[in-house]
C-alpha cells in the first residue's frame, strides 16, 4: 500500500505544479483532442494479498511477494471529460505459502496465482491532465487458487497526449478478485500502472 499512497502524493504534487504554468490549448493539441480513440500497452507492479472469506482450518497462510501485470489497453471517447477503457491483461501474483502445522515442521514454498483478464472501466478526466475510473473485471486464474469469474477495480492517473499523438500515463490502482459467493478466497492487487500508447 506505501506504493499506492506515493504514487498519488506524486500525481498531486504533479497536478499543483501545472497548475502553475497552464498555457497550452493550441490548435495542434485541439487536433488531437478531436480523435476519438487510443490503443498502447500497460505495465503494472504492486503488492498481491490472497485471503480466505472466513478462518478456514487446517488451511495454509499466504504471504504476497506481489505481482506483475502486462495488457494491451483500448480507449474510447465517450464525450463530456468521460471515456471507456478496455484491457486485456495477464497477472502474475507470488506468494510464499506456510502450510498449516500438522505437528512437525514443515518448510514454506513459493507460489502464484496466474490471472488472465479483462476490465472495462469509465473514467472520468478533470483538472486537464487527471482522471478517475472504475469498473468490472472478468477472468480467469490458474494457479494455487482459483479467483476466476467477477472482480472490480478503481484507478487515479495522470495523462498527457503530446503534439504526434502519443499519449502517456501514470497512476496508483487497486483491484479484487474472487467477489463471486462461491468463491472462497479473494486477491487484492493494489499498486502502480504506467501506460503508452497512440491516439488513433
Known sequence: ?????IS??????????????????????GILLSKKSSAGITYSFGSADLFADSDI???????GRGFNRIGLWLVRDLGSNTDIHFTASYTDNRFT????????????????????????????HFF???????????????????????GAG?????????NNGIV???GPN????????VKSYKLINSGVSFSIGYKL
Open 128 to 150: 486537464k491532465y487527471l482522471f478517475a475510473g472504475t469498473g468490472p473485471i472478468l477472468g480467469i486464474s490458474s494457479g494455487e487458487r482459483d479467483i476466476s469469474g467477477i
Open 168 to 170: 502517456i500515463s501514470f
Open 97 to 124: 505459502i506456510n502450510p498449516a502445522p500438522i505437528g512437525t515442521p514443515v518448510a514454506s514454498r513459493p507460489g502464484n496465482v496466474k490471472f488472465y483478464g479483462v476490465s472495462v472501466y469509465v473514467r472520468y
Open 1 to 5: 500500500m506505501k506504493i499506492f499512497y
Open 154 to 162: 478503481a484507478v487515479l492517473g495522470g495523462e498527457y497526449t503530446f
Open 57 to 63: 482450518i487446517g488451511g495454509p497462510t499466504y504471504i
Open 8 to 29: 498519488l502524493f506524486v500525481i498531486l504534487l504533479g497536478y499543483t505544479t501545472e497548475l502553475q504554468s497552464q498555457e497550452r490549448e493550441t490548435s495542434s493539441s
Open 174 to 181: 487497486v483491484s479484487v478478485q474472487g467477489l463471486l459467493p
